[in-house]
């Protein structure tokens, strides 16, 4: 390394050019990063969407889930199968291994939709297959107004928006939400139809045929092939109300607009949705796997400019939530932090150096490092999120040590009379063995990490590469660039004066040296107190990057009708929309629900808004169930989730209510929320057999008439542009009382026979969705819980399920987000355990030495007991940005003590006594030591201290850095020394009792 060095030295310009073309070529490679909000901590998922229209949650399940679900299952790689049967709509997610390949498994599942086609119903359409999950968070949410209808502002997001959204990369499916839905109702005279000896089915029956486009053979002119089709489609209500019906008896037609009314509309939305207060058309984009956020919404904004109205001239859509604005407002937080960080860094040095120019290297050294890095990153197509750029910014402190180091070296030469050259080799030949062990130990930490999880590899490897990279290239930095830079401005011999030690220092020094055992009792303590405290940490899964904000949910009583439900919405968010904390309010309403989003302002205490919301449920109590859940996990706000089997939903249900009274009385839960629909009430047509039989009737030829009279079936599909328009055919009083009094049967004999003669009209409740995990019937419960601490709600909830079994038949399961939980603090503490081995074994191959490593690495688990009690004293939650900073920490706490054994080392070669050598190579790189521990743990002051969006990504992982560093390294300063003279006694017994002059050379031998 120290010829390196020499040779660049002996041609700057050369590598001064060098250096200025990787950082050039860096900046030009870090605009084509994939850059996500999040790591991809998600499996890979498919979801197959069908719909059944009109068709209820058990008919949708019978007739459509299972046979999806059964073929889902014999896919290659499939995880989990879930599905949610809710009316007109099956919706199977097929959940994969990390390790399937998606579009292998997607092609795969088609295959086999294919074969189960001619057992969908007739009236099912085809399905659609999206690479995404309905568990994930939509990438964006657009609200469409300013048409001059809801129904024009529908259509348009329909038939425009919508097809040039689908037509973005990366995006797996786009939801319109709220849209009334075009179509051509046929509204039948039930006298006419009587008279004519007709039904509603027969009549939509007779539309279907009329209405058709069919293949009808092919004709050869010649030479030439010519494709036929008999061609019936219509172009719109007009044309349909002139189709025959029936013919007269003098020979004339009967068309359908004479025996009904046939009048081209918009069917109410299945929801309503409302931005502002304000009905609204929503759209919601999700992102496909691996798709490029930045690129995909850049497409997306580019749409929406290209059919952006004049002012006042039509629909335009405004974003309500934006992950691409998310991730674009924390990286330029982000940048700013990095700045100040930078700032704060170069603040310590020059306090430290007093040197202008030796300051300004080391920074120099920082975007150079980072600049290389990201090239590399580019060249080996990895992917970045806000964590990892969170971690670079945090390197600007980091990525300064080594530099730090090379020019306290070459000070030390400068100031002993060297020149300049002569200094800056001497100073690299003098540290460059143990900076670039330090940082092949902070590298070989992450190492082991990526070995043990698969899991954590997928969503955090770009997290560790950068930093690998970003270190490694700092030390080139240091190596080369930091040499040439101070070729050319340094100022001469004698740079700065020469660093004196603090006399306290010196103190405490020679009283832990003559004192070793209570040093390491002190130690020992410091230990023993953390892990006193260790057991009342609060574990999460979440990293604190989504949109902060909450979610109010609205429960009325069972079969209340969706316009009181929006009426009762409303109300509740007019109040949450005047809290100060509320930036955007949006609301969705679907039958007796309504679910109310309030995203909050960047500056808004969260815990304030959580009061504020929780005052206004108080104050609006009454016949609406008002339930309050977090927008995302982590913070002031987690859920835990419980899924409950069992042989059929009416016992669940009653399972849950018992069980539910209990889980409230729990100190950790705050409120209890069955993840389903409250049940509906349904008029049941209860059939008398006997009857039916005497007058030739079947029970399904009933249960079809009925829905044709009731709910018109689909009649027809005429296409318009990119959408279809339904025709669809019922009685004129549909939806009426009177509908079931004037319904008649067509009997065998061609008589009318009325409906009230066969049947009796019974009131029930049914489900208005049905859930299935792994083909058991399940129901989701969610409790929100009062702290944070996840795993300890979780703990209590299983001591109560033990105490009070489920009955016969039933079974409960915690939900996932606990298994995560304990399943990332395992791979994390075994991933920290070895690291410290593989930091270890490194260090041993460097020094020749077993126990010098020993005495570098008794203080790296002090900078956990740190990272324990900053925790514990702020109530912050142990995430993935803690454990990222405790990996992290395993290398560079091991630097401290490196570069000190370095010193005493050298101190031992030259004839001192290990005593007088800990001193003296304590008080040798004092310097560096404080510099780099400062340096490091100002540039985490910024981000520490910023409250801003993904601010929950940064904060927690420069605390960990910042209490973990300044812990050990304090520790560091007098335990490594007060150590090192009774390793060295220890290791010359071990060789037999020589010179301990020569066996103690070998600690820290370079």
């Given amino acids: 390394m120290t010829r390196l060095t020499a040779l660049v030295l002996s041609r700057p310009l050369g590598g001064i050019t060098v250096c200025l073309c990787l950082a050039a070529l860096g900046l030009v490679a870090a605009w084509g990063i994939n850059v996500s909000l999040s790591s ?181 002119p010649g030479d030439e092939r010519l494709p036929l089709r008999v061609a019936g489609q219509v172009a719109g209500a007009a044309e349909v109300a002139a189709l025959p019906v029936a013919g007269r008896p003098g020979g004339g037609v009967l068309t359908l607009g004479q025996i009904a009314t046939v009048k081209a509309g918009h069917r109410d939305p299945q929801e309503i949705t409302r931005l502002g207060g304000r009905p609204v058309v929503t759209i919601a984009l999700f992102q496909a796997g691996g798709a490029n956020l930045s690129r995909l919404w850049s497409q997306v904004e580019g749409e929406l400019r290209a059919l952006a109205p004049a002012e006042g001239a039509g629909p335009r859509a405004e974003v309500v939530y934006s992950q691409a604005s998310m991730l674009s407002e924390a990286m330029g937080r982000l940048a700013w932090m990095a700045l100040i960080a930078a700032g704060a860094a170069a603040a310590v040095l020059y306090l430290f150096l007093r040197h202008l120019a030796s300051t300004l290297a080391v920074l120099a050294a920082v975007p150079f490092s980072l600049l290389v890095a990201l090239l590399l990153v580019r060249l080996l197509g990895i992917e970045l999120d806000v964590v990892s750029l969170s971690g670079l910014a945090l390197a600007m402190g980091i990525l300064v040590d080594n530099a730090v180091v090379v020019i306290e070296a070459a000070h030390h030469h400068w100031q002993a009379g060297l020149d300049r050259r002569q200094g800056l080799v001497a100073g690299v030949g003098e540290v460059a063995s143990p900076i670039a062990f330090s940082t092949l130990t902070t590298v070989g930490g992450f190492l082991p990490l990526l070995l043990v999880s698969e899991k954590v ?37 004698r740079p700065a004066p020469v660093f004196q030690a603090p006399a306290l220092y010196r103190r405490v020094l020679a009283w832990g040296l003559k004192r070793p055992g209570l040093v390491a009792l002190i130690a020992a303590a410091t230990l023993g107190a953390a892990g006193l405290l260790a057991p009342g940490l609060n574990f999460q ?254 703990e209590a909830v299983a001591e109560l399920m033990a105490a009070q079994p489920p009955p016969a038949g039933y079974a409960w399961q915690m939900g996932e987000e606990v298994e995560r939980i304990r399943a990332t603090r395992q791979e994390m503490l075994t991933g920290v355990a070895l690291a410290l081995v593989l930091v270890y074994l490194i260090m041993v191959a460097a020094t020749e030495s077993l126990l010098g490593p020993l005495v570098v690495l008794c203080s790296a688990p002090l900078a956990g007991a740190g990272v324990v009690a900053a925790l514990r004293s702020l109530s912050l939650a142990v995430d993935m940005p803690v454990y990222l900073g405790g990996i992290i920490l395993c290398g560079l706490v091991v630097n401290v003590g490196i570069v000190m054994l370095d010193a005493m080392a050298r101190q031992r070669r030259d004839g001192f006594a290990p005593a007088e050598a800990a001193a003296q190579g304590a008080l040798r790189r004092l310097r560096p030591v404080l510099m780099t521990t400062l340096g490091t743990s100002a540039a985490t002051l910024p981000l520490l201290l910023d409250r801003g969006v993904g601010s929950g990504a940064w904060a927690p992982l420069a605390l960990t850095l910042a209490a973990g560093l300044i812990t050990s390294a304090c520790f560091s300063l007098v335990l490594t020394p007060a150590l090192f003279p009774l390793a060295a006694r220890l290791e010359a017994k071990i060789h037999g009792g020589k010179n301990s002059k020569n066996t103690c050379v070998s600690l820290g031998k370079t």
């Fill in 40 to 220: 991809g901590n998600r499996y890979p998922a498919l979801t197959v969407g069908i719909n059944l229209p009109d068709a209820g949650p058990e008919e949708v399940e019978t007739l459509v889930t299972r046979l999806v679900e059964e073929e889902a299952r014999a896919v290659a790689g499939v995880r989990k199968v879930f599905s949610l049967s809710r009316t007109g709509r099956s919706q199977v997610t097929v959940e994969l291994t990390s390790a399937s390949r998606i579009s292998e498994a997607a092609q795969d599942l088609r295959g086999r939709l294919r074969r189960i086609k001619p057992k969908l119903p007739h009236d099912a359409k085809p399905p659609v297959i999206s690479q995404y999950s309905p568990a994930d968070q939509p990438a964006a949410v657009l609200g469409i107004t300013g048409g001059e209808s809801l129904a024009a502002t529908g259509d348009w997001a329909r038939e425009i928006l919508a097809p040039r959204l689908r037509r973005v990369e990366g995006l797996a499916e786009v939801q319109v939400s709220g849209a009334p839905e075009p179509e051509i109702m046929v509204d039948c005279d039930p006298g006419r139809l009587r008279a004519l000896g007709l039904t509603a089915r027969q009549v939509a029956l007779t539309v279907n045929r009329a209405i058709m486009d069919l293949p009808a053979g092919v004709l050869r």
């Fill in 457 to 493: 590899r997928q969503s955090l490897g770009g997290f560790f590469w950068g930093m690998s990279l970003s270190l490694l290239t700092s030390l080139m930095a240091a190596l080369v660039l930091v040499p040439l830079l101070l070729l050319f401005t340094g100022g001469g011999a």
């Fill in 541 to 794: 899964k979440g990293a604190g990057l989504e949109t902060r904000g909450l979610n109010l949910l609205v429960v009325l009583p069972p079969g209340t009708a969706k316009t009181v439900t929006d009426q009762e919405a409303t109300l509740l968010e007019d109040k949450l929309a005047k809290l100060p904390q509320v930036q955007r309010v949006h609301s969705r309403v679907w039958g007796s629900q309504g679910r109310i989003t309030a995203i909050l302002t960047p500056e808004a205490e969260e815990r304030a808004a959580l009061a504020a919301a929780d005052q206004i449920l108080a104050e609006n109590k009454g016949q609406a169930q008002l339930h309050l859940l977090p927008l995302h996990e982590g913070g002031e706000q987690a859920t835990l989730s419980l899924h409950l089997f069992g042989p059929d939903l009416a016992g669940i249900m009653s399972w849950q209510a018992e069980l539910g009274k209990r889980l409230r009385e729990l100190s950790q839960v705050k409120d209890v929320v069955v993840r389903m629909g409250s049940p509906t009430p349904e008029l049941e047509i209860f059939l008398d057999h006997r009857r039916l039989g005497q007058v030739g009737l079947k029970a399904g030829a009933v249960g079809e008439e009925v829905r044709a009279h009731l709910t018109g079936p689909v009649a027809a599909r005429i296409p318009r542009g990119e959408q279809e328009i339904e025709v669809r055919v019922r009685g004129r009083e549909a939806e009426t009382p009177a509908a079931l009094r004037n319904l008649f049967l067509p009997g065998p004999q061609g008589a009318m026979i009325p409906l009230e003669e066969v049947a009796i009209n019974r009131i029930r409740t049914r489900p208005p969705e049905l859930m299935r995990e792994d083909l058991r019937r399940a129901i989701q419960v969610s409790l929100v819980l009062r702290q944070g601490d996840t795993l300890a709600a979780a």
